[in-house]
C-alpha cells in the first residue's frame, strides 16, 4: 500500500488467521499512516441496501467524515464520500470481501471504479482461496483495477510458528504436551488455539505428557465441528469420499491411489485435493506429491463415520 497500491486481498482456508490478520494489519495501517479504517463484515451483508446502512453507520461513527442519513444515500454517494476522506484518507477493510462481492456485481464495480478514480481511498480484504484468482482477473472488481490488486496468501503454522503460538496461549503446559497438539493439530491456527486451551482447562495444571493427551484429543474430535464443520458442510460428494480415504490411515496416499480407490480417473482426483489444500482440510507433502490430514480430523472423519454407520444401521432396523 505504501507502494501504491490500491487494493490488497488476504487468502487463506476457513480457521488459518484472515480475520485476525486483517484486524491486526488495519490497526498498524491506521496508527502508522494515519488513515481512517472503515470496517465491514461482507459475510453478514443481506443486500446492497443493507452494505448502505453499514457504510453509514461506519462512517457516522467517524468524526472527520460526515455523512447523511442512509436512506438519502446510494452506494455511489458512500463510496465518493469515501475516497474523498476529508480529514484523513480511509482505509476500507473487507472480511470475506468474496462474499459481499459475488451475485453483487454492482457492488464489485462500484468499490473498483471509487479506487481506480484515483481516490486516496485504499482496500485491505480477505477472502477464500478458491475464489482469489478471479477476485484478481476475471471479476468486474479487477477490470476497474488492472494491475492494482495484490494478493497474500497464508496458511496453516510451520512445527516453529504452531510451538510459538501454543505456549504463548497456553504457558501451563509442558514442551512434551506442546508438540503433541503441534502435531495433532497440523499447524492449522484455529486447531491450534482450540487444542491448547483444551488442554489447558481439562489438565488443570496436572502433568501427563503426550500419553495422556491421547483421551483428551478423542474427546476434542467430538468437539471439532468448531474447527471442521464448515468447510466440511460445503464439499461436494467426491471430495467428502477423498477425504474420508485420507482419514483412514495415517500413511500419506497419492492422488493415484485415492483415484484407484475410489475407481475415479487420477486428474479428477488430482484437482479435487488441490481444492482441499486450499480449503485447509488437506495437506500436500513434496516433492513426491503425497496427500494426507491433521490427525484431529481424521479422529472427527472417523467419529463421523462411525455414527453415519449407527444411523443407516438403526434405519435398517426400522
Given amino acids: 500500500m505504501a507502494a501504491g497500491t490500491r487494493a490488497v486481498l488476504i487468502a487463506g482456508a476457513p480457521g488459518v488467521g484472515k480475520t485476525s490478520v486483517l484486524a491486526a494489519a488495519t490497526e498498524r495501517i491506521g496508527r ?166 483444551l488442554a489447558e482447562l481439562s489438565l488443570g ?14 474427546r476434542a474430535a467430538e468437539l471439532a465441528g468448531s474447527v471442521y464443520a464448515e468447510p466440511w458442510a460445503a464439499l461436494g460428494p467426491q471430495q467428502r469420499a477423498i477425504l474420508w480415504q485420507l482419514g483412514s490411515t495415517v500413511i500419506p496416499k497419492t492422488a493415484a491411489e485415492i483415484a484407484a480407490r475410489l475407481s475415479l480417473p487420477a486428474p479428477q482426483v488430482s484437482a479435487q485435493l488441490t481444492r482441499l489444500v486450499d480449503e485447509g482440510l488437506a495437506q500436500r507433502a513434496t516433492p513426491r506429491a503425497h496427500y494426507s490430514v491433521a490427525p484431529l480430523l481424521a479422529r472427527w472423519i472417523a467419529r463421523r463415520a462411525v455414527r453415519e454407520r449407527h444411523s443407516a444401521a438403526g434405519a435398517g432396523h426400522g
Fill in 205 to 218: 495444571g496436572k502433568r501427563h505428557g503426550a500419553t495422556g493427551l491421547v483421551h483428551l484429543f478423542d
Fill in 32 to 197: 502508522q499512516t494515519g488513515r481512517e479504517v472503515v470496517w465491514v463484515n461482507g459475510g453478514i451483508v443481506a443486500s446492497e441496501g443493507h452494505l448502505v446502512r453499514l457504510l453509514a453507520e461506519a462512517l457516522g461513527a467517524v468524526d472527520s467524515i460526515k455523512i447523511e442519513p442512509a436512506a438519502a444515500s446510494s452506494l455511489e454517494d458512500l463510496c465518493h464520500r469515501l475516497a474523498e476522506g476529508y480529514a484523513r484518507p480511509v482505509l476500507l477493510a473487507v472480511d470475506d470481501f468474496d462474499l459481499l462481492v459475488f451475485k453483487r456485481e454492482h457492488v464489485g464495480t462500484t468499490i473498483g471504479e471509487t479506487l481506480a478514480a484515483g481516490s486516496a481511498m485504499r482496500l485491505l480484504a480477505t477472502c477464500h482461496p478458491a475464489a482469489r484468482d478471479r477476485l484478481v482477473t476475471a471479476h468486474s472488481f479487477a477490470r476497474c483495477l488492472v494491475g492494482g490488486i495484490a494478493t497474500v496468501t497464508i496458511g496453516p503454522f510451520n512445527t516453529l510458528e504452531a510451538h510459538e503460538l501454543v505456549s504463548r496461549r497456553a504457558p501451563r503446559l509442558t514442551a512434551e504436551e506442546c508438540a503433541a497438539i503441534v502435531v495433532e493439530s497440523g499447524g492449522h491456527p484455529a486447531a491450534l488455539v482450540f487444542l491448547a486451551r
